[in-house]
């Protein structure tokens, strides 16, 4: 087994209005962005190219191999897990290079705002409750309940990731151009359930992002830089958000991120820079006692800390809340963030002296998640 | 189901473990055997609640016999009795079945303790 290397990102901007008719043109879109910032990447070498979409369109992986001119590619296919869609696609292409089945790996992954993917259809046992703040405001009130949260914390995370977001030149932008809310602000906001106001919730937008794994030999002729992929965990605890044993915990995200920091070595207290998948203002702290960067009960106080003293090691890109959530891009987009940390290219939202990060993408009310882990090659 | 609801709500009963399951797939996850039509137990417990906005009252996700989770609106019992407003741990009975909006059924739920 070799170690998986990111060697290139890229993507389109998120935006809030509907896309282009299909995720074609983003995906595509995405790969020009990605070879036009890394002119060194090989495109010759791409062998495989792994979709991330929610979309219904078929044949997409193939679509894009040939849109890109990416004639030798192998297995062009697409991977599916509602919103943790993008890295999924992303450890399954680390798995394509670990395992020597492709050298390099175009993983791609769009959406369009109004399209597929937020509602699992399936999953009858949540009656008329079928939108996300349903679950989201179930999961909220279980963790203010366990860890006693208080609601000003909790109004922290969208102000720290909205405020972050203005740096991030991808983000979607706030409607009117209006500055990034404060807390007052955020507690103040709509009311979309008892638990959840409008700025808790993040906004489904069109957008697509892209990475390119290779090798570490490979992938240090593309960049001057690459950050490996030291660790990859999954865990599916049930399809059904009415099957989760305890709404205060992501008791699959606890499992990916063992798991991934299991493989990498790295203990939680040393990742400096992290990707959460902060779909509702809730799912932050929970993320980040699960995958143990914040002790039990504890992950609240910290984001409000970290809004408080300005820290940007936890979602330096503005997160779901900030950016915006494509589904099939978000994972994509978080991996490509932590990679421009590792080579210490983030720009105004640079975390100093980042060295190992982490990414935590999960999908349909925390019932699964992808864990990766990162580090500075 | 008792009167008030709609339509009760089969779920796929397993003879083997007992476990209750819906939606019924014709096996059961825990044990791969098959599973017999039986009306959902009423009484279930809150495993967590919230409300609507704009004071439309409440909605929970409950446990009813052995593995079926719901999410639903808890309404308070007729007449009271019951602990309002509904919190986790309490009591409830499953009315019914409905159908719902976007074709979806919905679920009922009774504070009962």
């Given amino acids: 087994m070799r170690a998986a290397a990111v060697a290139a990102y890229g993507g389109t901007r998120f935006e809030a209005g509907p896309g282009p008719g299909g995720a074609a043109p983003l995906l595509l879109g995405a790969a020009r962005d990605l070879f036009s910032r890394f002119p060194g990447a090989d495109r010759e070498g791409v062998d495989a190219v792994l979709v991330a979409t929610n979309s219904d369109e078929k044949y997409l992986g193939a679509v894009l191999a040939q849109e890109a001119g990416l004639a030798g590619a192998g297995a062009a296919l697409t991977v599916e897990c509602m919103c943790g ?56 009130a279980a963790y203010k309940r366990r860890s006693g949260a208080t609601d000003e914390q909790l109004a922290a995370v969208p102000a720290k990731n909205r405020r972050s977001a203005a740096d991030n030149p991808l983000a979607c932008r706030a409607a009117g151009g209006r500055p990034p809310p404060g807390v007052r602000e955020v507690m103040e906001s709509r009311r979309i359930t008892g638990d959840l106001g409008l700025y808790d919730c993040c906004r489904p937008c069109t957008g697509a992002s892209a990475v390119l794994l290779a090798g570490p030999e490979e992938a240090a002729a593309s960049s001057d830089a690459p950050a490996l992929l030291t660790g990859v965990g ?21 499992g990916a991120a063992s798991a991934a920091l299991s493989m990498s070595g790295l203990p939680p207290g040393r990742v400096d820079v992290a990707e959460v998948h902060d779909a509702f203002s809730a799912c932050e702290p929970m993320a980040l006692e699960a995958v143990g960067m914040a002790g039990p009960g504890r992950g609240a106080a910290l984001c409000a800390e970290l809004h408080e003293t300005g820290d940007r090691r936890v979602n330096p890109r503005g997160g779901l809340l900030g950016a915006g959530h494509p589904p099939g891009a978000t994972g994509i987009a978080q991996v490509a963030e ?28 925390a019932t699964s998640a992808t864990v990766l882990v990162m580090e500075a090659g | 189901m008792s009167a008030g609801g709609g339509a009760a709500l089969v779920v796929g009963h397993c003879a083997t473990c007992a476990a209750d399951v819906w939606p019924d797939t014709g096996a059961c996850p825990r044990c791969l055997g098959p599973l017999s039509p039986r ?20 909605f929970c996700l409950a446990r009813f016999g ?48």
């Fill in chain 1, 85 to 140: 869609s993008g890295a999924a696609a992303v450890a399954a292409g680390a798995a394509y290079v670990a395992s020597g089945m492709a050298r390099s790996v175009l993983v791609a992954g769009a959406d369009e705002a109004g399209g597929p993917g937020r509602l699992l259809a399936w999953d009858a046992s949540r009656g008329s409750l079928a939108g996300p703040v349903y679950w989201a405001s179930l999961l909220a």
């Fill in chain 1, 234 to 254: 999954q865990r599916t605890a049930s399809a059904s958000f009415a099957a989760t044993a305890d709404p205060s915990r992501m008791a699959a995200a606890a």
């Fill in chain 1, 338 to 365: 932590v990679a421009a940390q590792l080579r210490g290219a983030a720009g105004r939202r640079q975390v100093g002296g980042a060295r190992a990060g982490l990414v935590h993408n999960t999908a349909a009310g």
């Fill in chain 2, 39 to 58: 009306e959902c137990p009423p009484e279930g417990r809150i495993a967590e609640v919230s409300r609507f906005a704009g004071g439309g009252g409440y």
């Fill in chain 2, 66 to 113: 052995r593995g079926v989770g719901l999410m639903g609106a808890v309404r308070r019992a007729p007449g009271g009795g019951a602990r309002w407003p509904p919190r986790a741990g309490q009591r409830v009975r499953l009315e019914g079945a409905r159908a719902g909006r976007g074709g979806r059924r919905s679920f009922d739920m009774v504070a009962a303790d």
